[in-house]
């Protein structure tokens, strides 16, 4: 059984920095495209960045391109959101997930592994 659990969320003022990460335990997660979801109160859960295994394809939602970075350590089962100049629309619940290729890497029914989320909130 995988398990993602993330971290590194929490109350940043308008532009700002956050790093949020997602460790995964249990089997490795080969070949596993992972990203990163968020969901905002009464909003559906939005596509933010994606990130093949061997880290050769990013992909970013169009709201975060240029502000945020994801990377992934495979040694070290974990994956990193880098986010900057964040916006109080930014503000939502972070998910992380794990799916196996092929796949459209921003649609939520691809990814078959979740984590539990973090809070991200961003005042103005």
């Known amino acids: 059984q995988v398990q993602l659990l993330e971290s590194g969320g929490g109350l940043v003022q308008a532009g700002g920095s956050l790093r949020l990460s997602c460790a995964t335990s249990?089997?490795?997660?080969?070949?596993?495209?992972m990203a990163w979801f968020r969901q905002a109160p009464g909003k559906e859960r939005e596509f933010v960045a994606a990130?093949?295994?061997?880290?050769?394809?990013?992909y970013y939602g169009d709201s975060v391109k240029g502000r945020f970075t994801i990377s992934r350590d495979n040694a070290k089962n974990t994956l990193y959101l880098q986010m900057t100049s964040l916006k109080p629309e930014d503000t939502a619940v972070y998910y992380c997930a794990a799916g196996l290729p092929p796949g459209s890497v921003d649609y939520v029914g691809f990814y078959n592994t979740w984590g539990q989320g973090t809070q991200v909130t961003v005042s103005s």
């Open positions: 990130i093949t295994w061997s880290a050769d394809s990013t």
């Open positions: 249990g089997r490795t997660l080969s070949r596993s495209t």
